[in-house]
């Protein structure tokens, strides 16, 4: 093991240290579960950062990647193979209606961009509006429209011109109910098109339906209505980012689903082809067919094993979607039980299977240091758990889509009780459980 992490830090850069603090040495994943190669086994509730929604090594797909792997795994937009077809009928098989064509790509980050480029080149219009706290990736032009921690941006000025942030509901951060919240945000956005610029020059909005690593907030359907509705006004795209949202996490394939919305731009990946890197922009063939040849491409993406596994997820998440809200209801209920009893749990909020538990100081403040001893503790108690948000400090709660609930009870019980150790050390949550 200290071979390992030795050998890891000697050849791997540190940049995305973070996941690596923990020193898991994974050698084994079947279900909920990894086992280390200690033995010890943990529960998985990081899920590969909201992706494995099924769990580790699905049997259905397992067995259509292995046997696409014995026929041809790379194309590189050479020649025709099915398994990129039987993916994308089956993804636009349950996008929102209307949504009928897909180009598939290999990360979120670089479908957000080709999302962009679409937006301009058909509008003809160079104006973004993202949305703070927002995350939507890493490189240059994706980390332009990241806003949900500024370390994701520092040293990396200048970014893209004409883009502009404006606020996103954040209920419990602001002190406000989800009404005022929608309305402040909203009154924003109307300040920003009477002072900053018109929204004849915007070609797109950039939005998330419930924001993930900016801390999993919700933004309400009606929210995203009013957006809808303004977007509508203006010949302005609506490009709805469910990357993380997406494919059963919320309760229907997507969040878009949930809130009855009509986007004009899906961008998706993570759990689309339950960690095999896939990604892809879904829109009406209204759309993408103005997105003429050469206008965009890629050597990687829609790779015959991704897309393989990508049309088997499909089949694998339909009988287990509908068991969502039951899980859902009963992890809301728990966490809401437990916000009772311990003073550090400031806000419980989510949909679905994506549940955000914040975690505060003695005076109701974002606690920084907070998740650093939570998880810690989940971590030896053999649950891992990841966190989200500008402060660090939100319990990113996504067990995977199909967790019995069993598992689902354990996990809870090790958060609950690493954060009844975090209170009592900590000392200042007088009266804590
Ligand atoms: C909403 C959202 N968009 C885009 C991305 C970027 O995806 P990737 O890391 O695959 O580039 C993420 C990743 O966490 C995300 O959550």
């Given at each position: 093991?200290?071979?390992?992490?030795?050998?890891?830090?000697?050849?791997?850069?540190?940049?995305?240290?973070?996941?690596?603090?923990?020193?898991?040495?994974?050698?084994?994943g079947k279900g909920s579960w990894v086992?280390?190669?200690?033995?010890?086994?943990y529960l998985d509730f990081a899920c590969g950062i909201a992706t494995t929604n099924l769990g580790h090594r699905p049997?259905?797909v397992?067995?259509?990647?292995?046997?696409?792997?014995?026929?041809?795994?790379?194309?590189?937009?050479?020649?025709?193979?099915?398994?990129?077809?039987?993916?994308?009928?089956?993804?636009?098989?349950?996008?929102?209606?209307?949504?009928?064509?897909?180009?598939?790509?290999?990360?979120?980050?670089?479908?957000?961009?080709?999302?962009?480029?679409?937006?301009?080149?058909?509008?003809?219009?160079?104006?973004?509006?993202?949305?703070?706290?927002?995350?939507?990736?890493?490189?240059?032009?994706?980390?332009?429209?990241?806003?949900?921690?500024?370390?994701?941006?520092?040293?990396?000025?200048?970014?893209?011109?004409?883009?502009?942030?404006?606020?996103?509901?954040?209920?419990?951060?602001?002190?406000?109910?989800?009404?005022?919240?929608?309305?402040?945000?909203?009154?924003?956005?109307?300040?920003?098109?009477?002072?900053?610029?018109?929204?004849?020059?915007?070609?797109?909005?950039?939005?998330?339906?419930?924001?993930?690593?900016?801390?999993?907030?919700?933004?309400?359907?009606?929210?995203?209505?009013?957006?809808?509705?303004?977007?509508?006004?203006?010949?302005?795209?609506?490009?709805?980012?469910?990357?993380?949202?997406?494919f059963g996490r919320?309760?229907?394939?997507?969040?878009?689903?949930?809130?009855?919305?009509?986007?004009?731009?899906?961008?998706?990946?993570k759990a689309?082809?339950n960690g095999?890197?896939?990604?892809?922009?879904?829109?009406?063939?209204?759309?993408?067919?103005?997105?003429?040849?050469?206008?965009?491409?890629?050597?990687?993406?829609?790779?015959?094993?991704?897309?393989?596994?990508?049309?088997?997820v499909?089949?694998a998440l339909?009988?287990v979607i509908?068991g969502v809200?039951?899980r859902?209801?009963?992890a809301?209920?728990?966490?809401?039980?437990?916000?009772?009893?311990?003073?550090?749990?400031?806000?419980?909020?989510?949909?679905g299977l994506m549940?955000?538990?914040?975690?505060?100081?003695?005076?109701?403040?974002?606690?920084?240091?907070?998740?650093?001893?939570?998880?810690?503790?989940?971590?030896?108690?053999?649950l891992l758990i990841?966190?989200?948000?500008?402060?660090?400090?939100?319990?990113?709660f996504i067990p995977p889509l199909n967790v019995t609930m069993?598992d689902l009870?354990a996990g809870?019980?090790?958060?609950?009780?690493?954060?009844?150790?975090?209170?009592?050390?900590?000392?200042?949550?007088?009266?804590?459980?």
């Open positions: 093991m200290a071979d390992l992490q030795h050998r890891f830090h000697s050849v791997i850069a540190p940049v995305i240290s973070a996941a690596h603090d923990y020193d898991v040495h994974i050698v084994d086992t280390a190669a200690s033995g010890k086994q049997d259905d397992v067995a259509a990647a292995q046997a696409q792997l014995n026929k041809v795994w790379h194309a590189g937009g050479s020649f025709l193979y099915e398994s990129i077809v039987e993916a994308g009928e089956a993804i636009v098989s349950v996008a929102p209606e209307g949504l009928d064509k897909v180009f598939f790509m290999n990360a979120g980050a670089e479908s957000v961009e080709a999302a962009m480029k679409l937006a301009r080149k058909v509008t003809g219009r160079q104006g973004i509006i993202t949305f703070r706290g927002g995350f939507h990736g890493r490189t240059m032009g994706a980390v332009t429209y990241t806003t949900s921690k500024a370390k994701y941006r520092e040293g990396y000025h200048p970014l893209l011109p004409s883009t502009f942030v404006t606020p996103y509901p954040h209920p419990f951060g602001w002190g406000m109910s989800q009404e005022e919240a929608n309305a402040y945000a909203l009154r924003e956005l109307e300040m920003k098109f009477k002072y900053e610029v018109t929204p004849g020059e915007i070609a797109a909005f950039l939005v998330e339906p419930m924001q993930g690593e900016g801390g999993y907030y919700p933004g309400s359907k009606e929210f995203m209505h009013a957006l809808r509705a303004i977007a509508d006004a203006h010949d302005i795209l609506l490009v709805v980012d469910e990357v993380q949202t997406g919320t309760g229907d394939w997507f969040t878009s689903q949930v809130y009855d919305l009509r986007p004009d731009v899906l961008v998706v990946g689309i082809a095999l890197p896939l990604s892809g922009v879904i829109a009406s063939s209204r759309l993408l067919d103005q997105w003429g040849p050469g206008s965009h491409g890629t050597t990687f993406g829609g790779n015959p094993v991704s897309c393989a596994a990508a049309a088997a499909v089949q339909k009988p509908p809200p039951e859902s209801e009963h809301f209920a728990r966490w809401n039980e437990l916000k009772a009893d311990h003073p550090s749990i400031g806000d419980v909020r989510g949909l549940i955000g538990i914040e975690l505060v100081d003695p005076n109701g403040k974002p606690d920084p240091a907070a998740f650093g001893s939570v998880g810690r503790a989940a971590l030896d108690a053999g990841l966190n989200c948000g500008p402060d660090s400090n939100v319990i990113r069993e009870d809870i019980d090790i958060l609950a009780s690493a954060i009844t150790t975090h209170e009592r050390s900590s000392g200042a949550f007088n009266g804590a459980s």
